[in-house]
């Protein structure tokens, strides 16, 4: 039995005229006319007596009447019981919220302001955020220490099925450095410079350096333990690095010095991704994520980045 046919019953009998509960009911005379007649059907009895100039209940109609509202009422004791528990637990929830410690610019992507919106619109809400490696994240999301987690995946990188990954930015890998760096003087510009990359980052100094033997380069390496102290090694002339440009744009800002050469090849691409596991139910994370993508893109599943 169709809960709408319900109330079209009870509204019918409260204007005991087709075309005016029609009207009420935004929909056409005909079909509150055949639906009424479809209840009555599955109920096997007749609830109006209906002839050119009136409409009224039947007795057995105008017995079920009060039932129906009955119905009606705990419908909405229902819906709305469940909004309120719905807000506790919004209001009450607790999200713990990691980032992959090979980006250092997240917030150039809206995290940061979503989490802000978070705040503000669940003022009692607990959320946590911590900085890790991307094994750590997926290792702490499967076993649910952490709800969320920001990574940065490579072209065609994937995840386990367990995950859902959505991308909340696309960038791809820039060569920076002080000097001028074009592509037909890498080799002597890294016969005369190190390439600095971040010791704590071994997975994307291998990307790195693949990326870079695809160009004729097999530059020497050193490795920095901070993105800080790296950066300062490039400005001051000591060597080149390579980092997503939306990273280089931003250091720019206060970094005047800083040129870059960027990769345009697929492999170069990189993606800022938002992943938790699908078995989590914990009711803070679709909010969260609606935060920072308000453009619905879907979930990928599968891992898979396209």
Request: charged share 25%; hydrophobic share 40%; aromatic share 10%.
């Amino acid at each position: 039995m169709e809960l709408r046919r319900i109330q079209y019953f009870v509204t019918l009998a409260e204007y005991l005229h087709f075309s005016q509960a029609a009207d009420n009911l935004y929909i056409s005379q005909s079909s509150l006319s055949y639906h009424i007649a479809e209840l009555e059907l599955e109920l096997g009895v007749q609830l109006f007596v209906r002839n050119k100039r009136k409409v009224s209940l039947t007795k057995v109609g105008a017995e079920l009447l009060p039932i129906a509202r009955d119905i009606l009422a705990k419908v909405d004791e229902l819906t709305l019981t469940a909004d309120e528990q719905n807000k506790r637990d919004k209001n009450s929830m607790m999200i713990h919220i990691c980032f992959d410690t090979s980006s250092q610019r997240f917030d150039l992507f809206g995290i940061d302001a979503a989490i802000v919106k978070m705040r503000d619109l669940y003022p009692e809400a607990t959320i946590n955020c911590s900085q890790s490696s991307m094994e750590e994240i997926l290792d702490g999301l499967a076993c649910r220490n952490f709800d969320v987690g920001f990574i940065t995946l490579r072209h065609g990188e994937k995840l386990p099925s367990q995950f859902n990954v959505l991308p909340i930015h696309i960038d791809f890998l820039s060569m920076v450095s002080i000097f001028e760096i074009y592509p037909g003087n890498l080799t002597s510009a890294f016969d005369n410079s190190p390439l600095y990359l971040l010791k704590d980052d071994i997975r994307w100094g291998n990307k790195i350096l693949s990326l870079l033997k695809d160009l004729g380069v097999s530059p020497r390496v050193k490795w920095e333990n901070s993105f800080s102290s790296m950066l300062t090694r490039v400005t001051t002339g000591e060597g080149i690095t390579v980092i997503p440009h939306s990273e280089f744009a931003a250091e720019c800002q206060s970094r005047k010095s800083l040129k870059a050469l960027d990769f345009h090849s697929d492999e170069a691409k990189i993606y800022s991704c938002a992943v938790w596991c699908e078995a989590n139910s914990n009711p803070a994370i679709l909010p969260l994520i609606r935060h920072i993508r308000s453009d619905d893109t879907g979930f990928i599943k599968e891992g898979s980045i396209f």
